[in-house]
Nanobody, 123 residues
Framework: HVQLVESGGGSVQAGGSLRLSCVASGYGYVRNCMGWFRQAPGKEREGVASLASDSSPRYADSVKGRFTISFDNAKNTLYLQMNILKPEDTAMYYC??????????????????WGQGTQVTVS
């Protein structure tokens, strides 16, 4: 079974940086898309960044130029490098995974597997 475990969250001052990690296991060697989402209390979950196994990274406008998503195949780990953090970046961050079919992949409503989340607080 698929298991995703996030880490790397914490408290940081505005302008600082954090790198989130998501170790993936049990997902198999098939085409997939992994992404980072975030949710603040009382607000809807929003997509932050996504990376398909056969495509280029995609980012939300609010983080483009500041965040970088990447995947280390040797470590089976998804990363989110977050720079120039702002108070509005404060949220619980989750990684997620979906399998791809044909040319369709990375749809926001198609993620099936989720990690437990890691808290990011920017003050």
């Amino acid at each position: 079974h698929v298991q995703l475990v996030e880490s790397g969250g914490g408290s940081v001052q505005a302008g600082g940086s954090l790198r989130l990690s998501c170790v993936a296991s049990g997902y198999g060697y098939v085409r997939n898309c992994m992404g980072w989402f975030r949710q603040a209390p009382g607000k809807e979950r929003e997509g932050v960044a996504s990376l398909a196994s056969d495509s280029s990274p995609r980012y939300a406008d609010s983080v483009k130029g500041r965040f970088t998503i990447s995947f280390d195949n040797a470590k089976n780990t998804l990363y989110l490098q977050m720079n120039i953090l702002k108070p509005e970046d404060t949220a619980m961050y989750y990684c997620a995974l979906q399998y791809c079919s044909g040319s369709t992949c990375c749809g926001g409503s198609l993620y099936k597997y989720w990690g437990q989340g890691t808290q990011v607080t920017v003050s």
